[in-house]
């Protein structure tokens, strides 16, 4: 059964950092696509961003693009999201998904 614990939440000033690791097992990692998802309160799954299996191509809703940085570590199991220049309505609940399969989120929220 495929494992997803994501991690790397908290609450973070206006115009600050996080990275968020999702650390994945029971499948074959380098041979999968990743995505981020995010849940703000009160509304529904938003899509954030996308890798490919090797980290060449990657893609980010635009809300996200210029701030938000997706990568991975193939060799850990590990993906991440770096995040700057947070913003209060990035205020959600962040999961990754490997093929339908989801993680228990981390709560990310951004105040001041």
């Known amino acids: 059964q495929v494992q997803l614990v994501e991690s790397g939440g908290d609450l973070v000033q206006p115009g600050g950092s996080l990275r968020l690791p999702c650390a994945a097992s029971?499948?074959?990692?380098?041979?999968?696509?990743l995505s981020w998802f995010r849940q703000a309160p009160g509304k529904g799954l938003e899509w954030v961003s996308t890798i490919n299996r090797d980290g060449s191509t990657v893609s980010y809703n635009n809300f996200v693009k210029g701030r938000f940085t997706i990568s991975r570590d193939n060799a850990k199991n590990t993906l991440y999201l770096q995040m700057n220049s947070l913003k209060p309505e990035d205020t959600a609940v962040y999961f990754c998904?490997?093929?339908?399969?989801w993680g228990q989120g981390t709560q990310v929220t951004v105040s001041s």
């Open positions: 029971r499948f074959t990692f380098s041979g999968a696509g």
């Open positions: 998904n490997v093929n339908g399969n």
